[in-house]
């Protein structure tokens, strides 16, 4: 592992199901984030964690869910799928403590029918 | 809702000239502005940042802070068609930890 994976790459979904985007990071970045990137609405925040075992929403929290049990790991979770959550997702990290610009994971697109 | 503007273009320059990217932002608490370059299909990139009033620059990139003006902008001398891209502009969140606020993006066509 080489800054940031995400997976799955890519996933169709039925509206209903359970999905959990994997988020694994190796460079002990305390802080972690999740946005999902929509054409024509940009990069929007759904949730963030500053350091293990803390977790805050963001913008566009509604329908998902984050924890950050240890450094490395963020997975974001949709507890019941619906088409509006069509989107891709990118995780991203920094040291955390400054602002620093992010490293992005290379992103989950994430279709639901 | 704190917002980072920017103009979605696209901006179409010819190869060698310059490319000037604008972005304001409403946040008054965001301390650092950053510039990040996404190609179709991949994720983006960090190319700048900045976080003191005035010029900063990198190779054939420069990022302009005016906090007074809530104002952010990129300057990419020598344009290659290979700067064709969706160019972000991005400010720390006064409200989420230090998140990044992103706008939408522009994007740029560099023309051979």
């Known amino acids: 592992i080489a800054g940031i994976t995400q997976a799955p790459t890519s996933q169709i979904l039925a509206a209903g199901r359970r999905m959990t985007l994997r988020c694994t990071q190796d460079?002990?970045?305390?802080?972690m984030y999740w946005y999902r990137q929509d054409l024509g609405l940009g990069l929007r925040l759904i949730h963030y964690s500053n350091t293990a075992g803390t977790t805050g929403k963001g913008e566009v929290p509604d329908g998902y869910s984050v924890s950050r049990a240890n450094t490395d790991d963020f997975p974001l979770t949709l507890a019941s799928a619906v088409p509006s959550q069509t989107s891709v997702y990118f995780c991203a990290s920094n040291p955390g403590g400054q602002p620093y610009g992010y490293t992005f994971g290379s992103g989950t697109r994430l279709t639901v029918v | 809702q704190k917002e980072v503007e920017q103009n979605s273009g696209p901006l179409s320059v010819p190869e060698g000239a310059i490319a000037s990217l604008n972005c304001t932002y409403s946040d008054r608490g965001s301390q650092s502005f950053f510039w990040y370059r996404q190609y179709s299909g991949k994720s983006p990139e960090l190319i700048m940042f900045i976080y003191s009033n005035g010029d900063k620059e990198d190779g054939r990139f420069t990022a302009q802070l005016n906090k007074a003006s809530q104002y952010v902008s990129l300057l990419i001398r020598d344009s290659q068609p290979s700067d064709s891209a969706t160019y972000l502009c991005a400010g720390t969140s006064s409200n989420s930890g230090y998140a990044l606020n992103f706008g939408k993006g522009t994007s740029l066509l560099v023309t051979p």
């Open positions: 460079m002990r970045h305390n802080a």
